[in-house]
């Protein structure tokens, strides 16, 4: 391990290469991730599913978090960031070919094994990225780094989102509607011919993702270690991780900030329906949440920390997505929407702070704890589906009360948004208290 540095002995002229390089990355994750929603009325249609049994590629994605990042972080403690990166694009491309013999047999099991396996090369390359950039620089300014991470994430995701949307969901309402009228023969071609369009575009992202993977390993990246702790024996005097009370209370916020975040941006659509707004206007409204969290990031670069600490920061947007909330819940038509999109502003500097506030101080620990904070991960398969539960309930007690069919959908979804609030106060607490709790005890 002669090669093997602390973050304070990157070379400063190789600093800019190396952020370049995980920006890249993270345009990768980001990519990858937002096709999903291409995918799900993709799949829904090829393979006839109810709604439920599509949501499962979301499913797939997110249990391989909670799998594989414990795992994850053992195969990076054996061969470190840079490999590890490496063999997460090399995974994902494998999940990527797994696409072409699923087409072919057009199974749904066979799609979700794919899914899962690239799901488990993100997990691999999410472990690696975000400690990585972390302790690529002080850790004081780790929030402005990821931030910058964070508008690759969603740039690629737009374009993601939409190259796919373009290329899978291209005149699928036309062949769903000829579907309809044709005798089972045909109607088991069409729905072939539809499958093997995945073919191409999964095949040259598994060529994509090879090429990358070749390349990292040849990429000039420091290969940085964490150092063992800011103060001198604290981190080796603890054996086991769930010794660092801050990093499990950062590990409870990221779960639920993932939570928030995908239902900021994912309910917004939905919101803007039931309040009576056209599809042809509310497909639109989750680029408002996503513009406002690229902004916000943008803003993060130039504040933090010259002007203001990310610990700081991190409690000015809990405190803000609290009164958001407030406002979402106490208003209504276009303005509570755009108090949903707004809740991008209060999103964005939310993961770059967590990161690096929770891994403070874990010396040998850090990769275990980046696993953790990986699996908090799940966070955005577990609290949505608590929202749509409330608005469903609340559709119930509102017709109960004699509310008109026309306005239940939107007060049933408005009032959902009540969920919020809790996962704001608990993003508030680790800011203000959580991440300042080095120790079980005093002693």
Not at 158 to 166: H, Q, V
Not at 339 to 350: D, E, R, S, W
Not at 393 to 405: C, S, Y
Request: glycine share 8%; proline share 4%; net charge neutral.
């Amino acid at each position: 391990m002669a090669n093997t540095a602390t973050h304070t002995a990157a070379p400063q002229e190789s600093k800019k290469v190396s952020i370049a390089i995980i920006a890249g990355m993270f345009f990768i994750l980001g990519f990858v991730t937002w096709i999903n929603g291409a995918l799900i009325p993709f799949m829904k249609a090829i393979n006839e599913l109810t709604d439920q049994q599509s949501y499962l590629v979301a499913s797939a994605s997110y249990i391989s978090f909670v799998v594989m990042a414990l795992p994850a972080s053992a195969i990076l403690k054996k061969i470190g960031y840079c490999k590890g990166m490496s063999l997460g694009l090399f995974i994902m491309g494998l999940g990527a070919l797994v696409f072409i013999p699923a087409a072919e047999a057009r199974t749904y099991s066979y799609f979700l094994i794919g899914i899962f396996i690239q799901g488990a090369g993100m997990t691999l390359l999410q472990t690696a990225v975000n400690p990585y950039i972390t302790i690529l620089g002080p850790i004081k300014s780790a929030a402005k780094r990821i931030a910058i991470m964070g508008i690759s994430n969603k740039v690629a995701g737009a374009l993601g989102s939409l190259i796919f949307g373009a290329l899978l969901l291209s005149g699928i309402e036309a062949t769903q509607e000829k579907i309809k009228t044709v005798e089972a023969a045909e109607k088991s071609l069409l729905l072939d011919q539809m499958a093997d369009s995945v073919v191409w575009p999964y095949l040259v992202m598994a060529l994509c993702l090879f090429i990358f993977a070749f390349l990292i390993r040849k990429a000039p990246l420091p290969d940085l270690e964490a150092n063992e702790s800011d103060t001198p024996g604290a981190a080796t005097s603890k054996k086991s991780v769930l010794q660092y009370p801050h990093l499990l209370f950062g590990v409870l916020a990221l779960f639920v900030y993932v939570g928030v975040e995908v239902i900021a941006g994912d309910s917004i659509i939905s919101y803007g329906l039931a309040l009576g707004f056209p599809a042809e206007q509310s497909k639109f409204f989750t680029s408002y949440t996503l513009l406002a969290m690229v902004c916000s990031y943008g803003l993060g670069i130039f504040l933090i920390p010259k002007y203001i600490e990310q610990r700081n920061a991190l409690i000015a947007s809990a405190v803000l997505g609290i009164i958001l909330s407030f406002l979402i819940i106490n208003t209504t038509g276009l303005t509570s929407v755009l108090f949903v999109a707004a809740l991008g502003i209060a999103n964005a500097m939310v993961w770059p702070a967590i990161w690096p506030l929770a891994l403070d101080n874990l010396g040998k620990h850090t990769k275990t704890g980046s696993a953790l904070l990986v699996m908090g991960i799940s966070g955005g398969a577990l609290i949505p589906p608590l929202y749509g539960r409330l608005v469903d309930t609340n559709k119930e007690d509102l017709i109960e009360e004699g509310v008109t069919a026309a306005e239940v959908a939107g007060e049933a979804a408005n009032s959902g948004y009540i969920i919020l609030i809790p996962c704001y106060l608990i993003i508030l607490f680790f800011a203000i208290w959580g991440c300042r709790i080095k120790s079980w005890s005093k002693t």
